[in-house]
Structures are given as structure tokens and as C-alpha cells.
């Protein structure tokens, strides 16, 4: 199925907030993992996996569309150095992504395409 391109444009973009995320949560579960807080770290890890599957259906969803999903770009990571900068740092990612979307989900809606 031949997909919009602005669509798959939209995609590509939330598949590169979601490898970022599993970039950024992966590397603060090391870290808080080698500084002994272990429930965080734990928490972090499994937020990286679900963003892993997250892309895993953007991408299956772009190949369906007839797109190329983008593995290539990833957003800057935002590391923290601080328990406390990493939450912030996290939720700055979280919030950015969220802004992205709302822009995808009312383009999407506007072509009709509410399984996107």
C-alpha cells in the first residue's frame, strides 16, 4: 500500500524520538545501575525496551505504507549526571516527543488515516 509521504515523513520522525529514547534510557539504566540505585535503573531499562517496541511498530507500519523507515537519525541525547538530571532529562525527551505527535495524529486525521 502506497502510503502519504507526509505521513511516513511524520513516522520517521516519531521512530527517531523512539530510538533516541532507547539510547537515553538504556544509558541512564547503566548509570544509575553502577551508582546503587537499582529500582530506578531497573525502571529505566524496561522504558528503553518498550520504546525499542515502540519503533518496532513504527517501522513495521512505514514498510507497510511503502516507506523506509529512518534507523539512521537519532535526536541529541539529553544525559544526565544526577539522579535528579536524569528524571529531567528524561521528561524533556518525553515532552518533546509528545509535541511531535500531536502534530502527526491531526495531519493523520485530516488524511484519514487513523491507524497511523
Not at 13 to 21: G, I, S
Not at 51 to 58: R, V, W
Not at 86 to 91: A, C, H, N, R, Y
Amino acid at each position: 500500500m502506497q502510503g502519504d509521504p507526509q505521513v511516513i515523513d511524520y513516522l520517521n520522525e516519531a521512530l527517531k524520538n523512539e530510538l533516541t529514547a532507547v539510547n537515553q534510557y538504556w544509558l541512564h539504566y547503566r548509570m544509575l545501575d553502577h551508582w546503587g540505585v537499582y529500582k530506578l535503573a531497573q525502571f529505566e531499562r524496561m522504558e528503553s525496551i518498550d520504546e525499542m517496541k515502540h519503533a518496532d511498530m513504527l517501522s513495521e507500519r512505514i514498510l507497510f505504507l511503502a516507506g523506509l523507515p529512518n534507523f539512521q537519525l537519532l535526536g541529541r541525547l539529553r544525559i544526565g549526571e544526577t539522579v535528579e538530571e536524569v528524571l529531567k532529562s528524561d521528561l524533556a525527551l518525553e515532552i518533546e516527543a509528545v509535541s511531535q505527535l500531536k502534530g502527526a495524529i491531526a495531519y493523520c486525521e485530516e488524511v484519514k488515516d487513523y491507524i497511523s
